[in-house]
Nanobody
Framework: QVHLAESGGGSVQAGGSLRLSCAIS????????MAWFRQAPGKAREGVAD???????NYADSVKGRFTISKDNAKMTLYLQMDSLNAEDNAMYYC??????????????????WGRGTQVTVSS
C-alpha cells in the first residue's frame, strides 16, 4: 500500500503563497490517481483538487485559478501550489491516493491511503 507524507504547510498572510508537497512511497505513483483534501475546524472535509494518471486535473470552484495540483513521477511527489491565499483557505490539508486511473476530489470513499496532514494558516 502506498504511504503518504505531507509537508510545506505554515503561516502566511492573506494574498501570499505556499507550496505543499506529498512524498509518496511504497508503490509506483503512476498507478494512482491523487488528490488534495482539506478540513477546517468544525467543518467537514472537502476536496480541493485531483490529478489523474493521465495528468488531467480538476479543481473545486473555491480554489480554481488560485491553486495548482501537479505531480513529479520521478520524484514520487505530489504538489499543491497555493496562491492568493485567503482566510477561507485555513485548514489542515491532506493528500490521498486512489488505486484507479480516474478519481475525483468530489468524493473520498475511493481513496485508500491518506497522509497525516499539514496545517495551513492564513492571517489577514
Amino acid at each position: 500500500q502506498v504511504h503518504l507524507a505531507e509537508s510545506g504547510g505554515g503561516s502566511v498572510q492573506a494574498g501570499g503563497s505556499l507550496r505543499l508537497s506529498c512524498a509518496i512511497s511504497g508503490h509506483d505513483v503512476n498507478d494512482y490517481c491523487m488528490a488534495w483534501f482539506r478540513q477546517a475546524p468544525g467543518k467537514a472535509r472537502e476536496g480541493v483538487a485531483d490529478i489523474r494518471t493521465d495528468g488531467r486535473t480538476n479543481y473545486a470552484d473555491s480554489v480554481k485559478g488560485r491553486f495548482t495540483i501537479s505531480k513529479d513521477n520521478a520524484k514520487m511527489t505530489l504538489y499543491l501550489q497555493m496562491d492568493s491565499l485567503n482566510a477561507e483557505d485555513n485548514a489542515m490539508y491532506y493528500c490521498a491516493a486512489d488505486p484507479h486511473a480516474v478519481c475525483s476530489y468530489t468524493y473520498d470513499y475511493s481513496f485508500v491511503s491518506w497522509g497525516r496532514g499539514t496545517q495551513v494558516t492564513v492571517s489577514s
